[in-house]
């Protein structure tokens, strides 16, 4: 408003002044005729204000309100938002790092479970194989007493025979028969 009575003051001076070039022919320069500029301008300026306080600007206003309530509540949704989202974010990684757990629990048991059960077929293998060494051990025994006297019949034999070739007469098969037995027995003691 100060602007607009400095720039009336101004008008009003130049209006009882002589103005440069005004006697040359234009009529706004002209002093006459600036009563009704001023009147003019003064009337079309008024009007523009009214026009614009009355009608436009309450339209921009409003619209600059509605506008900023609008921004208002979409930074309060857009936050209520990203809390919801950290809280499901939370939940997430709550439920990945209990199904880690839950997985490293569950490797962990079965890891036991597979080391108590390799071990226990182990221990059943070692048991077959230890029975079985007995049985092929017993075996062995008897597969030497059998062979033994095996070895001591036709040692006896071939023995018989031999003394019967260098002697050209049959010799008394128990005599031969007790020296062969005496040598397989000391025999199989050194190696018993």
């Given at each position: 408003?100060?602007?607009?009575?400095?720039?009336f003051?101004?008008?009003?001076t130049?209006?009882?002044?002589?103005?440069?070039?005004?006697?040359?022919?234009?009529?706004?320069?002209?002093?006459?005729?600036?009563?009704a500029?001023?009147?003019?301008?003064?009337?079309?300026?008024?009007?523009?204000?009214?026009?614009?306080?009355?009608?436009?600007?309450?339209?921009?206003?409003?619209?600059?309100?509605?506008?900023?309530?609008?921004?208002?509540?979409?930074?309060?949704?857009?936050?209520?938002?990203?809390?919801?989202?950290?809280?499901?974010?939370?939940?997430?990684?709550?439920?990945?790092?209990?199904?880690?757990?839950?997985?490293?629990?569950?490797?962990?048991?079965?890891?036991?479970?597979?080391?108590?059960?390799?071990?226990?077929?182990k221990?059943?293998?070692?048991?077959?194989?230890?029975?079985?060494?007995?049985?092929?051990?017993?075996?062995?025994?008897?597969?030497?007493?059998?062979?033994?006297?095996?070895?001591?019949?036709?040692?006896?034999?071939?023995?018989?025979?031999?003394v019967?070739?260098?002697?050209?007469?049959?010799?008394?098969?128990?005599?031969?028969?007790?020296?062969?037995?005496?040598?397989?027995?000391?025999?199989?003691?050194?190696?018993?």
């Amino acid at each position: 408003m100060k602007k607009f009575c400095y720039t009336f003051f101004v008008a009003l001076t130049f209006y009882s002044v002589k103005a440069f070039g005004s006697e040359a022919g234009m009529p706004q320069l002209n002093p006459e005729f600036w009563t009704a500029q001023i009147f003019w301008l003064l009337l079309i300026f008024f009007g523009l204000y009214l026009i614009i306080w009355k009608v436009f600007l309450p339209k921009i206003t409003f619209t600059v309100e509605n506008r900023k309530s609008k921004i208002v509540n979409d930074l309060d949704e857009s936050q209520k938002l990203k809390d919801k989202a950290e809280k499901k974010l939370e939940e997430y990684n709550q439920i990945i790092e209990n199904a880690k757990k839950e997985a490293k629990k569950i490797i962990d048991e079965n890891k036991k479970k597979l080391d108590q059960d390799i071990d226990s077929k182990k221990n059943k293998f070692n048991k077959q194989i230890e029975d079985e060494i007995k049985v092929i051990e017993k075996e062995i025994k008897i597969l030497k007493k059998s062979s033994i006297e095996k070895i001591s019949s036709i040692a006896e034999e071939t023995a018989t025979e031999l003394v019967k070739q260098i002697v050209d007469s049959s010799v008394n098969r128990s005599s031969v028969a007790a020296a062969v037995n005496e040598i397989t027995k000391k025999k199989t003691e050194k190696y018993s």
